[in-house]
C-alpha cells in the first residue's frame, strides 16, 4: 500500500483527487493539506467525503509529506515549484496538476506565468504526463507534469494527424471549458448570475496553454505549428469540448483517416474514437476518465474537423493525475479509474 498526500486540497480539483483516492485499492491518503483550514475535518468541507476519508486538513509541511510516496500539488501555480526540490532529494515522488513544469522554457513560462520559475533545474527533468505520448518516461519518472485541461482535450485530438504529417501545421483549436475550470475561488465573473444562461469567448489574445499545447506539437511535428487557441466559458459545471480545424495535405481520405485514429488509439484504455458520423457530448465523459474524439469532414473539403471531450476535472486533471501515478507506481493503469460517464 503506498501512501499519497494532496496539497491543496481545498478547490476543486483536490477534492476530485480525494473522490478518487480513497477507492482507489492500492493507496492511502495519509495527509491532505491546507493552511487556512488545517485542524478542520475534509468532510466538514466537503461532506461527499464522509464514511470515505478520516482525515482532517494539516498544514503543508515538508517534513511530514516526506512521510508519504508521492505528493499531489492542486495546488495555484508557483506553488509545487517551492516545494518540489525537498520532497524529491527526501525520495518522494511528486505530481505537480499546475503549470510549474510544464513548459520547458523558462522564459516563455515567467513572461505567461508572470513570476520566476523557483527551480528551473527540475524543469527539463520533468516528464509531461500525457501517458499516450510519454507512457514510457512517465514510468521511470519523479516528478511529472500534469497537462492542462484544455491541452488534453486539444492535444489528443490532434495526435494522430500531426504523428503522421497528415495536415498543414497552421491549426485552430475552438474550446469551451465549463466553470470548474477557473478554480474554486470568489470571483464576479464566477457567480451564477454572471456565468449562466450565457456563453462568451475569454483570453482570445493570449491564453497560458496556448505555448503549452504549442509545445508539444511542435515537438511531435518536429517543427513549429501555428496554433489559434480561443477557449469559452460555458454555462455549466463541468466538462471540455474542443472542435478543431486543420487543412488536410493532398490525397487524404476520411475513411482511412478515421482508420488510423481507431489503430493510434486501440490500445488506450482511456481515449475512444467514436464511430464516423458521431458527436461527442461532454456529458458522456462526465465525471470519468476518458477523452472521446470523433472526425469529420464537411462537405467532403479539404478541411478536416475534429471534436474531442472530456471532462475538465477527471482525464483533465485528477483523473489524469492518477492514470500518472498507477504508472509511476507500476500498477495496472486503469487501477481506480473505470467508472462510466454520469448521465443523466
Not at 15 to 41: D, I, W
Not at 84 to 106: C, M
Not at 230 to 240: A, E, K, S, Y
Request: charged share 20%; proline share 6%; net charge negative.
Amino acid at each position: 500500500m503506498k501512501k499519497v498526500a494532496v496539497v491543496g486540497a481545498t478547490g476543486y480539483t483536490g477534492v476530485e483527487l480525494l473522490r478518487l483516492l480513497v477507492n482507489h485499492p492500492h493507496v492511502q491518503v495519509s495527509h491532505v493539506t491546507s493552511r487556512e483550514n488545517a485542524g478542520t475535518r475534509v468532510d466538514a468541507m466537503f461532506p461527499n467525503l464522509r464514511g470515505f476519508l478520516d482525515l482532517d486538513f494539516s498544514a503543508p509541511e515538508v517534513e511530514q509529506l516526506a512521510e508519504s510516496d508521492l505528493v499531489f500539488f492542486a495546488t495555484p501555480n508557483g506553488v509545487a515549484m517551492r516545494s518540489a526540490p525537498a520532497l524529491l532529494a527526501a525520495g518522494v515522488k511528486v505530481i505537480d496538476l499546475a503549470a510549474d513544469f510544464r513548459i520547458k522554457d523558462i522564459s516563455l513560462w515567467e513572461k505567461w506565468y508572470d513570476m520566476q520559475h523557483a527551480c528551473p533545474e527540475l524543469v527539463e527533468e520533468a516528464v509531461y504526463g500525457l501517458p499516450e505520448l510519454n507512457r514510457a518516461a512517465v514510468a521511470g519518472a519523479r516528478l511529472v507534469a500534469n497537462p492542462g485541461c484544455y491541452p488534453t482535450a486539444v492535444t489528443l485530438g490532434l495526435v494522430p494527424l500531426i504523428e503522421q504529417g497528415l495536415v498543414d501545421l497552421d491549426i485552430i483549436a475552438d474550446t469551451k471549458s465549463g466553470a470548474s475550470g477557473a478554480g474554486r475561488k470568489a470571483a464576479v465573473a464566477h457567480l451564477l448570475c454572471e456565468s449562466g444562461d450565457t456563453f462568451k469567448a475569454y483570453g482570445v489574445s493570449g491564453h497560458r496553454h496556448q505555448p503549452e499545447i504549442a509545445q508539444t506539437l511542435s515537438k511531435l511535428a518536429d517543427k513549429p505549428v501555428g496554433l489559434t487557441f480561443v477557449p469559452h466559458l460555458l454555462p455549466m459545471i463541468r466538462g471540455i469540448h474542443a472542435t478543431l480545424y486543420a487543412d488536410l495535405k493532398e490525397g487524404q481520405d476520411l475513411a482511412a483517416i478515421q482508420s488510423l485514429y481507431e489503430q493510434r488509439y486501440q490500445h488506450e484504455p482511456f481515449v475512444d474514437v467514436m464511430p464516423k458520423g458521431s458527436h461527442p457530448e461532454t456529458r458522456s465523459v462526465r465525471g470519468a476518465n476518458i477523452c472521446r474524439i470523433a472526425i469529420h469532414q464537411p462537405q467532403g473539403g479539404k478541411r478536416l474537423v475534429v471534436l474531442s471531450v472530456i471532462d475538465n476535472l477527471v482525464k483533465g486533471a485528477a483523473g489524469q493525475a492518477i492514470q500518472n501515478m498507477n504508472i509511476m507506481f507500476g500498477f495496472s493503469e486503469s487501477t481506480g479509474l473505470q467508472s462510466p460517464g454520469l448521465l443523466p
